[in-house]
């Protein structure tokens, strides 16, 4: 197995387990959610280790094709950049403010910071499937 394919692995990964931790967190289940949301917290920093050891030896990845799907994969990897870098100090304060039991203030950030989590997860396998198995 190659890094890339590790990486779209613990990014899938990440996805159910946010999708599973938002589900028990909606049946009123706390205890199985924070199971789920941890969870979902170590596959995204093992994703991050990944990657960074990955492209710290490969360097950039360019994208092979020239035709209708090279503005249509620049429309997926820009905002997916953009939102993995600026989400993880947002990721950290919930965490901390789900431990210090305040709850409403993490609800107050995790409403924004869900959605763009799911989105970085199922963008990066988006992205990892045009770059390394659709070409």
Not at 5 to 12: K, R
Not at 27 to 51: E, G, N, Q, T
């Amino acid at each position: 197995m190659s890094l890339p394919d590790l990486n779209a692995g613990l990014n899938t990964v990440s996805a159910i387990l946010l999708m599973a931790g938002y589900h028990f967190i909606r049946k009123d289940k706390p205890v199985i959610h924070k199971r789920y949301m941890i969870s979902a917290l170590i596959a995204s920093a093992a994703f991050l280790a990944s990657y960074l050891l990955y492209h710290s030896t490969a360097g950039s990845v360019p994208y092979p094709k020239h035709d209708w799907t090279r503005p249509l994969y620049f429309s997926i990897l820009i905002p997916h950049i953009v939102l993995a870098g600026s989400m993880t100090p947002f990721i950290l304060l919930a965490v901390y403010r789900a431990f210090r039991k305040e709850f409403t203030r993490h609800k107050r950030i995790t409403r924004f910071l869900f959605p763009v989590w799911m989105f970085v997860s199922v963008s990066g396998v988006i992205v990892y499937l045009m770059l390394y198995r659709l070409n």
